[in-house]
């Protein structure tokens, strides 16, 4: 077989790749539905990104999280793993799917920077706290959850800090601070050994 040939089955196969990935989710979609509200933690939710657009959301269990924000076919999207939110207490299924929604508002999902993590987190507590779905003893109450996470290099602090964090956003009384809130100070950076001579 010529290299022509390779050429054109390879790239017939990666075009059949996507059409099976895509037939996957739309198989799933249709089984379960696309929705515009959704009910996590006992409270029925919707979410609309920052180009006004309605976010749907699907629970899929194969995630690897408990939930993604995506766009899928120029459609945003919130993908929640129905399992194991369901080993969660309500309210941080909530805060989870808040951070979700939060990657949607503030354009995450086309713009992702270094602090997209930290800043959907305090998006999600401050939106929690306004509409009245936590309170400060909530946000306590989420450290043994959260405190057993390492972080991801995806940009989510290690479990004892990002507790800390999503503390000072919630005490934070500002509506619109997600980048620094007041009574957070960040960890150093770990100091890296000198190389050996």
């Not at 089955?9 to 249709?30: D, I, K, P």
């Not at 369901?86 to 354009?107: M, R, S, W, Y």
């Not at 964090?165 to 619109?176: M, Q």
Request: hydrophobic share 40%; aromatic share 8%.
């Amino acid at each position: 077989m010529g290299w022509t040939a390779r050429r054109a089955l390879l790239s017939l196969a990666s075009v059949w790749g996507c059409v099976l990935a895509t037939s996957a989710f739309a198989e799933e979609s249709a089984r379960e539905g696309l929705q515009t509200r959704i009910k996590v933690g006992g409270q029925e939710l919707s979410c609309r990104d920052f180009r006004g657009q309605t976010v749907r959301s699907i629970h899929l269990d194969d995630l690897g999280d408990v939930a993604h924000a995506r766009i899928v076919n120029r459609m945003p999207i919130i993908t929640l793993n129905k399992r194991r939110l369901d080993t969660l207490p309500d309210k941080l299924q909530v805060f989870f799917f808040n951070h979700e929604c939060a990657h949607h508002i503030l354009g995450h999902v086309f713009y992702p920077t270094q602090t997209s993590e930290n800043e959907a987190d305090c998006y999600a507590i401050k939106q929690g706290r306004r509409d009245g779905l936590l309170t400060r003893d909530d946000v306590v109450a989420f450290t043994p959850y959260i405190a057993v996470s390492r972080g991801s290099p995806f940009g989510h602090l290690p479990g004892p800090v990002r507790s800390q964090r999503l503390l000072a956003c919630f005490d934070d009384p500002s509506e619109e601070n997600i980048v620094d809130p007041a009574g957070f100070t960040p960890p150093p950076p770990p100091i890296l050994a000198e190389g050996l001579r």
